[in-house]
Structures are given as C-alpha cells and as structure tokens.
T-cell receptor, first 117, second 116 residues
Framework: GAVVSQHPSWVICKSGTSVKIECRSL??????MFWYRQFPKQSLMLMAT?????????EQGVEKDKFLINHASLTLSTLTVTSAHPEDSSFYIC?????????????FGPGTRLTVL | AQSVAQPEDQVNVAEGNPLTVKCTYS??????LFWYVQYPNRGLQFLLK????DNLVKGSYGFEAEFNKSQTSFHLKKPSALVSDSALYFC??????????????WGLGTSLAVNP
C-alpha cells in the first residue's frame, strides 16, 4: 500500500512556543490530506481537511489561527500548533487518500506525540 | 445524520477462538466501508474495505468482514484469534455528503484483547 510519513514522531516543547508537524505522501500524490487529534484510548477527532493550493477546511470548534495548516505540494502538508499550551498535548495523526481513483481508502502517517510543558 | 456505531468498547477473546468486532452504520447513498487497526502509539493501518461486489470481504492478517445491507452492518471477523491481534479497531464509512473530499466518519473504536 501507499506510505505516509510524519515528522517528528514525538516532540516536547515549552508552553508558548510553536511546533510544526510534517505529513508527506512518499509514493503517491494527494490533493487532500486530513489532520486528526487523538486522546488516550479514544477515537479520532478530525481537526481539518488540508487542500493543496487552497485554504484548509476546519471542523467546528477547531481554532484555525491556532492550528495552521499549509498544503504546499501534492505530497506535503504541515500542521503548526502556535503558542502551544499543555492542553494541546496529544497524538496528532495525518492521513491521505491517494488522488488516483484506484484507491478509496486513506493511508495514515505513524503519528506525532506532542507534549507541551 | 450519517454515523458509525461500534457498540462494544472492548472485546475479549481467547487465543485460537473466533473473534467478531461489530460495526453498524447510517449513511446516505451507497456505503463505502472500512476497517482500520491501531497498535499502541502508532498510526492506523488499513485492514479492508467494502465498496461493491461480494458481501464478504477479505483483508490483511486473516481478517474478513461481512457487509449486510438489510442490517446496515459491517462486522469484522477472524476465524482464529492471535495474541498479536490485540489492538484498537476502528470502523469508518465515507461521508457521502462531503463531495470529493473522501472524508470519513469514524466509530469510537473497539479495543480487542486476545488472551493467551
């Protein structure tokens, strides 16, 4: 199957700083990528849909100025958590459905564990 | 409203026994259904999907799922469970109201514990 990478796999930062997480599709193109947040032993919460060449679409209740999304190319989307606070600590996962009509499923990155001190 | 329900938070089964993880859905139009597995501190791995065709779908790691239109269900099954199957399982359906974004609607997940 198709491969999605995330970087970094974990990050610890101080409160008030910003953290950037990258999501890359390694062997396919994706005009759309999704960013999720997951709390321990809980389901996925969709935060936003990242669209290549246009603005991201945020889910209700997600602050777009706090979680900045940039879909710079057909293989790269970034999520920047600005002015991070301890309550932003979570597991962030990206996914990408390949543009090719061969695929209907999404492929997921391995996730990024963010800890804000 | 479109939704996915996984009625069991946790399923326990003995190694070697058959396992079933339940999923029911509600969606407008034809359902595109998926199962994913998540191991601790990892992303999700695709297991199998139903788009059209045979109601019994076979996937990775010996898993299969049966699409039942009348019961709007898509239960995940495996004839003989392994300890290594212990993980979190998610059922999802494509949001048919979301245009071409391929957005998914997720169940809350079922934690499977296979006991040796």
């Amino acid at each position: 199957g198709a491969v999605v990478s995330q970087h970094p796999s974990w990050v610890i930062c101080k409160s008030g700083t910003s953290v950037k997480i990258e999501c890359r599709s390694l062997d396919f193109q994706a005009t759309t990528m999704f960013w999720y947040r997951q709390f321990p032993k809980q389901s996925l919460m969709l935060m936003a849909t990242s669209n290549e060449g246009s603005k991201a679409t945020y889910e209700q209740g997600v602050e777009k100025d706090k979680f900045l999304i940039n879909h710079a190319s057909l293989t790269l989307s970034t999520l920047t958590v600005t002015s991070a606070h301890p309550e932003d600590s979570s597991f962030y996962i990206c996914s990408a459905p390949p543009t090719s009509a061969r695929y209907n499923e999404q492929f997921f990155g391995p996730g990024t564990r963010l800890t804000v001190l | 409203a479109q939704s996915v329900a996984q009625p069991e938070d946790q399923v326990n089964v003995a190694e070697g026994n058959p396992l079933t993880v339940k999923c029911t859905y509600s969606v407008s139009g034809n359902p595109y259904l998926f199962w994913y597995v998540q191991y601790p501190n990892r992303g999700l791995q695709f297991l199998l999907k139903y788009i059209t065709g045979d109601n019994l779908v076979k996937g990775s790691y010996g898993f299969e799922a049966e699409f039942n239109k009348s019961q709007t269900s898509f239960h995940l099954k495996k004839p003989s469970a392994l300890v290594s199957d212990s993980a979190l399982y998610f059922c999802a359906v494509r949001d048919n109201q979301a245009g071409n974004n391929r957005k998914l609607i997720w169940g809350l997940g079922t934690s499977l514990a296979v006991n040796p």
